[in-house]
């Protein structure tokens, strides 16, 4: 399932670069999808952690569509009007981009790739999904507005993200004056990393904050139930940029897999034998598992 998930997710960020998607078979476009997976896993690799000091904060400043379509407008100006020393330099747009495909893939497919993980560990509640999304859309293609009327298939992808905790220390922070916090005093200066985690897995917010469990995001009427500590994509400021592509995202490809097929098990493997491991990267990936898709009838 990884590579077209991979592909999949990042031909989105194709068309909003590029105005065009890619072949699946193109070998840039493979290349391309390869090596930043490839790179976000060495990023978390203790060795790399140690050597190099990550600042991906600030160079991402640019990034998002509307950004680089500004970009590309003023640079053919700057350009033309001969602006000595101009940031709007083709290797900055080169930056940008492979910033946007770096923060904008990895994360969504990887996010994907968790969930029919665990719709494949937990078949009952595939088959809740199954039945939620066939009563409400049927076959039809989905469409964003529709997640307003799939609070159970909401619920399960909002505790995917839960549960998954791709990007568990989120992006280092530098404190931009001396604060003290809950007691502790912090230079300005100082590299802080805010941990996911702790937030994502609280004890005091959730209800089982170590199992699979959708209901947290769900009121007793079945009705969807917002949760503040919900915070996969950090918070602040500096927040994800691209939440909203991603929600968009994770929505329409998840409830589209869902119509069209029932994952499971490989013939011989007992559900129970599926870890729910990560491996170690800067994003948290599933340990590799086999997985069948089933065309639904
Ligand atoms: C499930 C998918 C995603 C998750 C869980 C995720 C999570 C995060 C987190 C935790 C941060 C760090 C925020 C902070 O510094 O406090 C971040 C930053 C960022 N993300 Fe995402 N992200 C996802 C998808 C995307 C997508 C699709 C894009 C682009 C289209 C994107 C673009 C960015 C950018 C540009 C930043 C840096 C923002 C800044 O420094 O101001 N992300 N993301």
Redesign the pocket.
């Known amino acids: 399932m990884t590579e077209p998930v991979n592909c999949a997710?990042s031909n989105?960020?194709s068309s909003?670069v590029y105005g065009s998607r890619f072949e699946y078979s193109d070998p840039e476009f493979t290349t391309i999808v390869k090596y930043t997976t490839t790179n976000t896993q060495l990023l978390g690799s203790p060795s790399v952690q140690v050597t190099f000091k990550v600042y991906?904060?600030?160079s991402?400043?640019y990034?998002?569509?509307f950004i680089i379509c500004n970009y590309v407008k003023k640079s053919d100006e700057q350009n033309q009007s001969g602006v000595p020393n101009s940031p709007y330099q083709e290797e900055n747009m080169a930056s940008s981009i492979l910033?946007?495909f770096a923060?904008?893939?990895e994360?969504?497919s990887?996010?994907l790739r968790w969930a029919l993980l665990l719709m494949v560990k937990y078949p009952h509640i595939q088959d809740q999904v199954h039945e939620e999304i066939f009563r409400v859309i049927g076959t039809r293609e989905v469409q964003t507005e529709d997640r307003k009327d799939l609070p159970f298939t909401d619920a399960v992808i909002h505790e995917t993200?839960r549960i998954a905790n791709?990007?568990p220390l989120?992006?280092?922070?530098q404190t931009s004056q001396d604060i003290t916090f809950q007691n502790y005093f912090i230079k300005k200066g100082t590299t802080v990393w805010?941990l996911?985690t702790s937030v994502l897995y609280d004890e005091s917010e959730w209800e089982k904050p170590h199992s699979f469990y959708p209901a947290h995001f769900l009121h007793k009427d079945g009705t969807f139930r917002k949760r503040d500590a919900f915070?996969?994509?950090?918070?602040?400021?500096?927040?994800?940029?691209?939440?909203g592509?991603?929600?968009m995202?994770?929505f329409i490809f998840f409830v589209t897999l869902m119509q069209r097929f029932r994952f499971t098990a490989p013939p011989g493997v007992n559900v129970d034998e599926l870890e729910l491991m990560s491996c170690v990267g800067f994003?948290l990936n599933p340990v590799p598992h086999k997985l069948c898709a089933i065309p639904c009838a």
């Open positions: 997710v989105i960020t909003l991906l904060t600030d991402c400043i990034i998002y569509l910033q946007l923060a904008g893939t994360t969504t990887t996010t993200q791709i990007v989120s992006l280092p922070h805010p996911l915070m996969p994509f950090s918070a602040g400021r500096r927040i994800c940029l691209g939440e592509l991603a929600r995202e994770l994003t």
